[in-house]
DNA sequence: AAACCTGGCAACCGCAGAGCA
DNA sequence: TTGCTCTGCGGTTGCCAGGTT
C-alpha cells in the first residue's frame, strides 16, 4: 500500500542528504532496523527520521549496518571461490555474493575491479594458453572453462565417470571454501533475522559507536552479535552463512513465513538448510526454470556445482 | 614539506522487473 | 492495460588515505 508523498516531491528532494554518512545516522538506522525490523526503505526512512532516500538507507543497512557481515580482508579461500564463481556467472556480483557468507555484492565488486582483475590480468598475460588445463591454473586464476566446457560439465554431471565430471572434482579439491564456511555449521543466521520481531534483550539498544571511515557501527553490531548468539547458543560469526547473503538477512516481511518453516520448528530448534535457500534461489525470486546463462541453463550450473564434495549440505529432492 | 599519484572503497546513478492501484 | 512506486542490481563516480616524487 503506497502512501502519498505527504512532503511533496520537491520539498523532499531538496532536503536529502547525500554522500557519507554519519554516526548520527547510522544510529538511527541500526536503531530503527532492529525495533521494526524490514519494511518499505522509503519509510524506514522517514521513520526513522533520516534525511536520506530509501534506496540509500537500504544500500548503508545491507552494504555496512546489518549484523551478519564479515568485514576484513578477503581469505584465499573466498578469493579462489569468487575467481570461479565470476568464471561461471561473470558480473553477477548478487549471485556470487550470495554463495559467500558475509559479503556484500558491493565488496565483491570493488574487490574484482580493484585486486582481482588486475591479478587476473597479470596471470594471463604470462600463462600460456596451452597450459589451461593445469590446476595450477585454476589456482593461479585462469579458469579453464568456456561456455562449452561448462555444458559439458552440466550434461555430464550424472556420470561420475567422464572426464568432465573429473574436471569437476578438480575444482572440487582445489577450492573448498564451503567446507570451513558451512560444514561445521548446518544453521543459518537468517533465522535469527527472520526472527526480527523476537530479537532478544541483547538486540534492543544500541550504544556508541566509533571507527573508522563512517564503518563505526560494524564492531558494536558485531558485539551484539556475540551476545545474540549467545542467547540463541549459536556458533560464532566466521559460520554465519546468510541465505542470500545480500537481502535475505533484512527482507523479514517476505522471508519471514519460509525462514520459519524451513529453519525452524520452534523458536530455538535448528534445522538443516536446503539447498535453495544456501543458493538463494527461490528468495530471489528468479525461479531456477528461468535462470538462463547465455546458451546454459543455471539449474544445470548449479546441479553441477553443488556435485562438488566441498558443498556439504543437504538437496531436497 | 608539499604536490602529485594511485588504490581502495563508499555511495550514487540509471535501469529493469515486480507489484499495485 | 497503463502508469506509478519500490526494490534490487550492476556500472560508475568521487572521496580519502597512503605512497611516491
Redesign the pocket.
Known sequence: ???P?LMG?DNLKMKL?????SPEEDEKLIRYMLTNGH??????ARNAGLL?????C???W???LRPDLKRG?FSQQEEDLIIHLHSL??????????RLSGR????I???W???LK?RLKMNTSTTSPNNRSEPNDILGGIMPINEHDLMTMCMDSSTSTSSSSMQSMVFAEQFDPFSTLINNNHYDMTTVSAGFPHIPPCMNQVGNVEG????YGVLELNNKMELLERDFSLPPLEGRRSI?G??AL??VK?HNNHFNNSCFNNTNQIQSTKVEDLF?FEN???GVE?LKMGEWDFEGLMQDISSFPFLDFQVDQ
Open positions: 500500500m503506497r502512501k508523498d516531491k542528504r547525500k554522500g557519507l554518512w519494511g518499505c526503505w522509503s519509510d524506514i536520506r532516500c530509501g534506496k540509500s537500504r544500500l548503508r545491507i552494504n555496512y580482508a556467472l561473470g558480473n553477477r556480483w548478487s549471485h556470487i555474493a550470495a556484500t555484492d558491493n565488496e565488486k570493488n574487490f575491479n580493484s585486486t588486475k573508522h571511515h563512517g564503518n542470500e545480500n537481502s533484512i527482507d517476505s538463494g530471489h525470486g528468479l528461468n
